[in-house]
């Protein structure tokens, strides 16, 4: 038997028995989600041949699976505490398998895209599956179950390059998402059978006019941002759509205050200790994908560029994978973390052991060493223990600090703030490692570009600026007694 500890009325009892499968089953679910978010880079350079695209177009393949996944992840969340979290779980990994299978079918560019944007529909799985976590795992078991669940996403990175690149290479690229399409539906089933319905649910109408004005608004912000460098950061299109971001931002905000059933509370958003959570998730995401960004080109620069390793794909993925595997060690540390001195030192100490990272390789990218697969093995081992610890913080703050049945709407907007912050570094990333770039010879006396030493430099640097950011708001975040369950 259980019962509510504080006076919140938003608190209920949770069932004292660990539901270990079904969290299982919601971490694997939000590892093959992750997926596919890395398992389209190998094939980019592939994609103009094997779909008769140009090259700009097949750019879309990234952009639009990230437009689709920004969009849903907030709505799903609030869906999921209006209907139920279990039912928009299983739709989520349903778009997937289904995404995954239109893609495994295509042979032309616009199916292809249809496909990728139904895969970017599955985004929300991680944010509903910690929301659900905390109506059916007993407190004790919360920090770390939770952990887990956040730390899929690294794990999914991670080994999203090697898996792709091992399939695409052994077997075939229509292998490679039929695999994907298979474990989502693997997940969809498994989440139907072992997850339970959360017994909170806010009910009401759904706030259509809202999500429009969000998808309108993060279509005007994500696209220029991903497609800048390609259109001009100056160009009439790319400064349209920054303005246009703003117009519809702020009449968005004055209809969602106003609403008596908003898509996003905007009161419980700006609350200090939540407000300061999701900037501090902006910086650490953009801390994150810069370090996906980085790494991958400087293991595969031809030995003739600056610090260039000369690596293949499959290599260079394999270096940088242990990094999800300490993602995941640290979710647990996290959690013991949090335990002790509460989410906001956890989330502080992983922007520490992130910024060691960048550290590391500013000093040895500047120092009198030569760069080697070994210092990019450290780095990364230190990105991804200081993201676990990070990345299982973010949801603890959140749910500490709003009610149960807003925990599907708050968590999918902390998401959608690490999206943000994946989609400026890359952004800021890509155009400092453009602008560096310079040509060197290849293997075979071919010339290619590749980034200059300054620019990763700066990439680098203003990475840490981030981790610093993120630090500061995190210790600045006031203490707070956690709203939570007790058993009896």
Request: hydrophobic residues 55%; contains cysteine.
């Amino acid at each position: 038997m259980c019962r509510p500890v504080d006076e919140d009325p938003g608190a209920v009892a949770v069932p004292e028995r660990h539901p270990r499968l079904a969290v299982t089953i919601l971490c694997a679910a939000g590892i093959v989600v992750a997926l596919m978010q890395t398992i389209i880079v190998p094939l980019i350079p592939q994609l103009p041949t094997l779909l008769d695209a140009d090259p700009g177009n097949t750019a879309w393949a990234l952009t639009i699976t990230l437009l689709a996944g920004s969009v849903i992840t907030p709505i799903g969340g609030r869906l999921g505490d209006m209907y139920g979290k279990r039912l928009m779980l299983v739709a989520s990994m349903g778009c997937v398998a289904a995404g995954s299978v239109v893609c495994a079918l295509s042979t032309s560019l616009p199916p292809f895209l249809v496909g990728r944007a139904l895969q970017g529909l599955g985004f929300g799985t991680i944010a509903l599956g910690i929301s659900v976590m905390r109506d059916i795992v007993p407190p004790r078991h919360l920090g770390s179950s939770v952990g887990t669940m956040s730390a899929s996403l690294g794990i999914g990175g991670a080994l999203g390059l090697p898996f792709a690149a091992a399939i695409a290479q052994q077997v075939s690229w229509h292998a490679l998402f039929w695999a994907c399409g298979a474990a989502a539906l693997a997940g969809a089933l498994g989440i139907a059978l072992t997850v339970p319905e959360s017994p909170t649910r806010t009910g009401g109408r759904f706030d259509l006019l809202g999500a429009l004005g969000l998808a309108a608004m993060l279509v005007f912000l994500l696209l220029p941002l991903s497609k800048g460098s390609t259109w001009g950061w100056a160009s009439p299109l790319t400064l349209g759509m920054f303005a246009a971001f703003v117009v519809v931002g702020v009449a968005w905000w004055f209809v969602e205050r106003r609403g008596s059933n908003p898509l996003i509370d905007l009161h419980v958003a700006t609350q200090r200790p939540v407000l300061l959570t999701n900037i501090a998730s902006i910086a650490t995401g953009f801390a994150f994908y810069s370090m996906q960004l980085i790494p991958i080109q400087l293991l595969m620069a031809p030995t003739s560029g600056p610090d260039g390793l000369g690596l293949d794909m499959l290599t260079a993925s394999l270096v940088l994978a242990p990094s999800g595997i300490l993602m995941f060690m640290f979710s647990h540390v996290s959690a013991r973390l949090t335990a002790a001195f509460g989410p906001r030192v956890s989330l502080a100490t992983g922007g520490i052991v992130i910024g060691a990272g960048y550290i590391v390789f500013i000093v040895a990218l500047s120092g009198p060493w030569t760069m080697n697969w070994g210092i990019m093995l450290a780095v990364a081992c230190f990105i991804g223990a200081g993201l676990g610890v990070a990345y299982s913080a973010m949801p603890a703050l959140i749910m500490q600090s709003v009610r149960v049945e807003q925990t599907g709407e708050a968590n999918g907007v902390n998401a959608l703030m690490r999206v943000v912050g994946t989609s400026t570094s890359a952004a800021v990333v890509g155009m400092i490692l453009t602008w560096s770039m310079l040509s060197v010879p290849d293997a075979d006396g071919t010339p290619v570009s590749v980034p200059s030493e300054t620019g990763y430099l700066w990439a680098s640097s203003i990475s840490l600026g981030a981790c610093v950011l993120a630090i500061v708001l995190a210790l600045a975040i006031p203490r707070r007694p956690p709203i939570t369950v007790q058993n009896v």
